[in-house]
């Protein structure tokens, strides 16, 4: 499962993905089209800003549930491509 969130930057409007688990309150980056920084802040009246830390958060949760649910199976290996 891929653990990024897309991120629409203020000034450029270009869209740039981040981990989830850095998009919390508290956290900026720069664009790294246009260098702007931006802040990530939950009172912030930008919507760009408030959809990634919403969709961050939900991401985050559900990475949680995964982890908690155990460890996962190994994969099986097809015959002829083993490695001895």
């Known amino acids: 499962m891929d653990d990024s969130v897309q991120v629409c930057c203020t000034r450029c ?17 720069q664009c790294p089209c246009c260098e702007v920084v931006l802040f990530f802040e939950e009172t912030s009246l930008d919507k760009n800003i408030t959809r990634a830390l919403t969709s961050a958060r939900g991401l985050r949760k559900v990475l949680r549930e995964m982890e908690a649910a155990g460890p996962r199976k190994a994969k099986a290996v097809p015959a002829g491509r083993r490695s001895y």
């Open 13 to 29: 409007r270009n869209v740039f993905r981040d981990r989830a688990r850095r998009v919390q309150a508290g956290y900026s980056r």
